[in-house]
T-cell receptor
């Protein structure tokens, strides 16, 4: 079945630094891809998504591009803020196209 | 509009007790998912409903776990004879058919 490998954290950055969190997947076909974020004390929230190859998802300054050649969906942000401190999860859909398969999560800590 | 709600938010059970966790999905969402999130890990799929039909229960870890959605709206996840390894956060998500999944705040289950 489909699976995902996500960059291990924690990632510690200073405010305004550039962020990349790597995510690669193995899949049958081309599943929709998602990034979810979990802020401290809060539930999982959708950050962005891409439903087909070469699509770019973007939200709140974060971007990720669906790369079928490298089976990757890396998350990037040009200038992080303290408020971006959270746990980030990469998640392709499963082979049936229903449930999500989550990575282990990457903890981001941004200091001022 | 109202999001996904779950109750109780916290549950402490003695080993061997039965527990029932409730999920109220977003109104009109036909798909409902249950996930289990262990401490420091990403959520793992448990089971999936489309309306009242349980279409996938491949993630349920044992026959002590049972889920139902009798009227195609509210869902209950029941765990019989709880064990310490059942301690986790149980997340419910709902979506329109094959749409984006929206997550509830979760129920944190602690088995003593």
């Amino acid at each position: 079945g489909n699976s995902v490998t996500q960059m291990e954290g924690p990632v510690t950055l200073s405010e305004e630094a550039f962020l990349t969190i790597n995510c690669t997947y193995t899949a049958t076909g081309y599943p929709s891809l998602f990034w979810y974020v979990q802020y401290p004390g809060e539930g999982l929230q959708l950050l962005l998504k891409a439903t087909k190859a070469d699509d770019k998802g973007s939200n709140k300054g974060f971007e990720a591009t669906y790369r079928k050649e490298t089976t990757s969906f890396h998350l990037e942000k040009g200038s992080v803020q303290v408020s971006d401190s959270a746990v980030y999860f990469c998640a392709p859909r499963n082979q049936a196209g229903t449930a999500l398969i989550f990575g282990k999560g990457t903890t981001l800590s941004v200091s001022s | 509009g109202a999001g996904v709600s779950q109750s109780p938010r916290y549950k402490v059970a003695k080993r061997g007790q039965d527990v029932a966790l409730r999920c109220d999905p977003i109104s009109g969402h036909v798909s409902l998912f249950w996930y289990q999130q262990a401490l420091g890990q990403g959520p793992e799929f448990l089971t999936y409903f489309q309306n009242e039909a349980q279409l996938d229960k491949s993630g349920l870890p044992s026959d002590r776990f049972f889920a139902e959605r009798p009227e195609g709206s509210v869902s209950t996840l029941k765990i019989q004879r709880t064990q310490q390894e059942d301690s986790a956060v149980y997340l419910c998500a709902s979506s329109s058919s094959r749409g984006t999944q929206y997550f509830g705040p979760g129920t944190r289950l602690t088995v003593l």
